[in-house]
């Protein structure tokens, strides 16, 4: 049997491709959302501060 991913390392996957988007691009965080697997932007926003401890649109203004 092939091993499975659980959900929580999808999670972790799809917010390492967020960060980056965030970090690196000019993509409102909807588009950020829903092209890594997140069904809106709230859930991203919620996910994203409970792993970084702060909201996408505060790491992208402290890195800009």
Do not use: H
């Not at 890594?36 to 401890?53: M, T, V, W």
């Amino acid at each position: 049997s092939f091993p499975t991913r659980r959900s929580s390392d999808l999670q972790d996957i799809r917010l390492r491709y967020a960060w980056k988007e965030v970090k690196d691009s000019d993509k409102t965080l909807s588009e950020i959302a829903m092209e890594n697997g997140f069904p809106n932007s709230k859930a991203l926003a919620r996910s994203f501060q409970k792993k970084y401890g702060m909201l996408p649109s505060e790491y992208r203004k402290r890195e800009k």
